[in-house]
């Protein structure tokens, strides 16, 4: 069974920084791409990084890009996804995400739960 369980939310400052990691298991991390995304409160699912197999590549919406860092550990299976300059419209549920294939581009198939992260003043 496909599992991925999210750590490192919580409350943060706009301007400030948090680092979300990720446990996947119930499949073979190596040979998948990884994603993160975002629910925020009234809104829909959205896409906010992705990263291939072999970590070289990565892609990140405009909202994002500059900001966030998405990394991979191969070896234990996680996910990162390291947050800086956190403005108050980065409030939502992020949940790391499956790729359907090994490289970016790809789609999801599977997410998370999530960890909430608050961002405010």
């Known amino acids: 069974e496909v599992r991925t369980v999210e750590s490192g939310g919580g409350l943060v400052q706009p301007g400030g920084s948090l680092r979300l990691s990720c446990a996947a298991s119930g499949f073979i991390f190596s040979t998948y791409g990884m994603s993160w995304v975002r629910q925020a409160p009234g809104k829909g699912l959205e896409w906010v990084s992705a990263i291939s197999t072999g970590g070289g590549i990565t892609s990140y919406p405009d909202s994002v890009k500059g900001r966030f860092t998405l990394s991979r550990e191969e070896d234990t299976n996680t996910l990162y996804l390291q947050m800086n300059s956190l403005k108050p419209e980065d409030t939502a549920v992020y949940s790391c995400?499956?790729?359907?294939?090994?490289?970016?581009?790809?789609?999801?198939?599977?997410w998370g739960k999530g960890t909430l992260v608050t961002v405010s003043s």
């Open positions: 995400a499956k790729d359907r294939g090994s490289r970016v581009g790809d789609g999801i198939n599977f």
